[in-house]
């Protein structure tokens, strides 16, 4: 146990890859990340003379796609009339009726627990590794070393053997609001540990996953996000559709959202009720609206111009990322301020990369306000045998954020060259970037 404690989330993450290689996909499907899911694996460590000690852990395998604050909530119900103990690196939200145990009180007792993550801070004799950190988990690509959450429990009232235990079921994870479907658990090779100087090997006496996917459908009735566009060529903007996320109605709902210039603002916004996303009054109504401008046309070379803008009052969003799918990613020559990484879900196509902030300097996207966006350009070499300012080929066929599908205009909407430029006769043509 205490070895296993030491162990980093990259470690675990490793270890577990090369302990089962199955997964089992529901009900959800992302085709930018079609083996993208929550793994969730309980790895019994060790007997007691009523139940079980199991270390838990959450590994998040969906490549852009994080667990934000609040955090994670895992429920299940048990099996048979198991309780918890006591518990590391995690607490139940109620510890239920416990009246007929006397001396000794189980941390929970209830039928259907739901279980969450201790907050930063907790003292040393609490934690586990990979615990603590208020339910957020990083994406893979992201930031692997913190894309697992682990807690331990001890398990009373329940079976003693590989054979007389009896599975939790009825698995449920909110992360932090619904949106994942759990699998049933299922039983799978024990896990392996290496020890520190790696001259022995343990594993586990029983392991057993369950595999969450996550749909958008499931997450949120309207859309969190918009894609507007523009060029250099055209001096159309085209804004995202009207009522994307919603349709501001003063006159039925005044509370709906907020008009920038009112005075005292911030009075107004802390005054506002509810929890629900407050955002600025716009045609659109989204909370994030990503804007996609074709800036500059080189010989060799084209610039583009993102620009991410948070219009949500109640949110900041740390560790943001942008998953855009372009054919020209194929041929990304520089990215300025921020991170990127090449997704390739299918062998062969690299057309879809995965943008994210600099640590320590705009990883952050504060509330909307004027510092509530962050902005990028990225330089991108031609291929002659495809590139094109024609039909809107220079503009994304998809964008993420966070791991949400934004909303595109309509393509007979986009930007258009000149009709008496269908070759970019006389616009500007620089030598060089």
């Known amino acids: 146990m205490e070895s296993l404690s ?47 000690v199991a270390v838990v852990t959450m590994f998040n395998f969906q490549q852009y796609r994080h667990i934000q604050a609040p955090g994670w909530t895992l429920g299940w119900t ?12 995690g607490q139940t939200t109620e510890q239920g009726d416990c009246s007929r145990y006397k001396g000794n ?26 615990c603590c950190k208020g339910g957020v988990i990083s994406s893979w690509a992201q930031d692997p070393a913190n894309a697992a959450s682990s807690f331990q429990v001890s398990v ?27 699998g049933p658990a299922k039983i799978v090779k024990p896990t392996k540990y290496v020890s520190a100087d790696k001259r022995r090997v343990t594993q586990a006496l029983m392991t057993w996953n369950v ?43 005044p509370g709906s959202c907020i008009d920038p210039n009112t005075p005292h603002l911030q009075s107004v916004v802390s005054g506002a009720p509810g929890n629900q996303p407050l955002v600025q009054c ?8 990503v804007h996609w401008h074709v800036k500059l046309n080189y010989k060799e070379y084209w610039r583009v111009k993102i ?22 990613f194929d ?66 066929r998809r964008i993420y954020f966070n791991g949400d599908n934004c909303v595109m205009p309509p393509p007979d909407a986009y930007p258009w060259l000149p009709n008496s430029s269908p070759q970019l006769n006389g616009m500007p043509i620089l030598a060089s970037a």
Not at 81 to 89: A, F, R
Not at 159 to 181: C, D, E, H
Not at 229 to 240: A, E, G, M, R
Request: proline letters at 6%; charged letters at 15%.
């Open 105 to 130: 009180t189980p941390h929970c007792c209830k039928k259907d627990p739901t279980v969450v993550d201790l907050l930063p801070g907790t003292p040393y004799n609490q934690q586990i590794a990979n």
């Open 307 to 328: 620009t991410i803008t948070n219009f949500n009052y109640r949110m900041n969003y740390s560790q943001w990322n942008l998953v855009v799918q372009h054919p020209n």
């Open 211 to 253: 595999t969450c996917t996550y749909s958008q459908f499931l997450a949120q009735k309207t859309p969190s996000c918009c894609v507007s566009l523009s060029s250099f060529y055209n001096d159309t903007i085209v804004n995202c559709p009207t009522c994307t996320c919603g349709c501001k109605n003063n006159a039925t709902d």
């Open 156 to 182: 009373g009232a329940a079976g003693t053997s590989n054979k007389t235990v009896r599975l939790p079921k009825n698995f449920t994870l909110k992360a932090p609001g619904p949106g994942y479907t759990c």
């Open 331 to 396: 041929n990304l020559t520089k990215l300025f301020s921020f991170n990127y990484k090449s997704l390739t879900p299918y062998a062969g196509l690299n057309d879809t990369a995965m943008l994210w902030g600099v640590k320590f300097y705009n990883d952050f996207l504060s509330e909307a306000g004027p510092f509530g966006n962050v902005q990028s350009e990225l330089l991108f070499q031609k291929d002659k045998s495809t590139f094109t300012f024609e039909k809107g080929w220079a503009f994304p």
């Open 78 to 89: 048990w099996a048979k009339k198991e309780v918890i103990w006591t518990m590391m690196g």
């Open 282 to 289: 716009t045609s659109h109504m989204c909370p994030i609206r």
């Open 6 to 52: 030491k162990l980093s989330g990259l470690t675990l993450l490793l270890l577990f890859l090369l302990s089962c290689s199955t997964f089992t996909s529901i009900e959800a499907y992302d085709a930018l990340d079609p083996n993208g899911n929550v793994t969730i694996k309980w790895d019994v460590i060790s007997w007691t003379p009523d139940g079980y």
